[in-house]
């Protein structure tokens, strides 16, 4: 198992930017594919963004395509999501997860662990 923190939320006007932080303990880091989801109020929880054990490899919603980078540092057990262009839409409760099989989709169903999430909260 391993144990996933995020960090980083909070308020932002629309065109701003956040950095999102997850820190990992537990199960050896390098070896989780790592992902970001998502999940606005009376939505449901949706796939952002996805990254490869080595980092090499990343994936993206066509939402945040463009505006989104994700990107891990193993050495620091940490995986982040950079939000730049945010949008008002962007607004959720944001989650990190960890694959332990070293995959890095958008299937929910494949994360074996889940962060407790933090607030992004985008302001017109």
């Known amino acids: 198992q391993v144990q996933l923190v995020e960090s980083g939320g909070g308020l932002v006007q629309a065109g701003g930017s956040l950095s999102l932080s997850c820190a990992a303990s537990?199960?050896?880091?390098?070896?989780?594919?790592m992902g970001w989801f998502r999940q606005a109020p009376g939505k449901e929880r949706e796939f952002v963004a996805a990254i490869s054990r080595n980092g090499r490899n990343t994936y993206y919603a066509d939402s945040v395509k463009g505006r989104f980078t994700v990107s891990r540092d193993n050495a620091k057990n940490t995986v982040y999501l950079q939000m730049n262009s945010l949008k008002v839409e962007d607004t959720a409760v944001y989650y990190c997860?960890?694959?332990?099989?070293?995959?890095?989709?958008?299937?929910?169903?494949?994360?074996?662990?889940w962060g407790q999430g933090t607030q992004v909260t985008v302001s017109s």
């Open positions: 537990g199960r050896t880091f390098s070896s989780n594919g």
């Open positions: 997860a960890a694959d332990r099989w070293g995959r890095f989709g958008s299937l929910q169903n494949n994360y074996d662990d």
